[in-house]
T-cell receptor
Framework: DAKTTQPTSMDCAEGRAANLPCNHSTISGNEYVYWYRQIHSQGPQYIIHGLKNNETNEMASLIITEDRKSSTLILPHATLRDTAVYYCIVRVPGDNAGNMLTFGGGTRLMVKP | EPEVTQTPSHQVTQMGQEVILRCVPISNHLYFYWYRQILGQKVEFLVSFYNNEISEKSEIFDDQFSVERPDGSNFTLKIRSTKLEDSAMYFC?????????????FGPGTRLLVL
């Protein structure tokens, strides 16, 4: 898996958009960008993933730059329950690495009232 | 919404004892995984399993660990002789396939404490 770089921590005001950046400058052409989050010590929760195009679902939006070297996860209206560690992971679906996910340190997002 | 379930939520055991952690993956998923997270550390991959075989394992997954799908619904992780350093959260995950939808969905975890 390509290496990702994320800020260690970020704060966001409740109700505002949370924009979480991720750098993946060594990403290969067929590597997807996945985002997960982990609330306290709960199991990682899938948020969204994408390859080239921007993606949106009921939880978040994923903006991937044209050169694919970075991406931003957007939580449009952050709530206190969005306080968590957010992980950006790049990987190739179906590669011979057994589909393992390699978690880094992630970004600890603190949503404040 | 289908989800991965794990039992027990907490397990306390004595060093040297065997433990079995259980997982029920999402019903139509074919790929199964175990990860662990030592307190304060990153989530680490242990093993992936498909078609009743291990498809990949990490260096952590040594001879003390084994996985099994004993029936059509359960997926288990066994630690034969637990060590203090096995204390961690253990997460099971499953995915539908390898080529189409590869999203891995995680269970809530089992907190294992080895005394």
């Amino acid at each position: 898996d390509a290496k990702t770089t994320q800020p260690t921590s970020m704060d966001c005001a409740e109700g505002r958009a949370a924009n979480l950046p991720c750098n993946h400058s060594t990403i290969s052409g067929n590597e997807y960008v996945y985002w997960y989050r982990q609330i306290h010590s709960q199991g990682p929760q899938y948020i969204i993933h994408g390859l080239k195009n921007n993606e949106t679902n009921e939880m978040a939006s994923l903006i991937i730059t044209e050169d694919r070297k970075s991406s931003t996860l957007i939580l449009p209206h952050a709530t206190l329950r969005d306080t968590a560690v957010y992980y950006c992971i790049v990987r190739v679906p179906g590669d011979n690495a057994g589909n393992m996910l390699t978690f880094g340190g992630g970004t600890r997002l603190m949503v404040k009232p | 919404e289908p989800e991965v379930t794990q039992t027990p939520s907490h397990q306390v055991t004595q060093m040297g004892q065997e433990v079995i952690l259980r997982c029920v993956p999402i019903s139509n998923h074919l790929y199964f995984y175990w990860y662990r997270q030592i307190l304060g550390q990153k989530v680490e991959f242990l093993v992936s399993f498909y078609n009743n075989e291990i498809s990949e394992k990490s260096e952590i997954f040594d001879d003390q660990f084994s996985v099994e799908r004993p029936d059509g619904s359960n997926f288990t992780l066994k630690i034969r002789s637990t060590k203090l350093e096995d204390s961690a959260m253990y997460f099971c995950a499953s995915s539908e396939g390898m080529w189409s939808d590869e999203t891995q969905y995680f269970g809530p975890g089992t907190r294992l404490l080895v005394l």
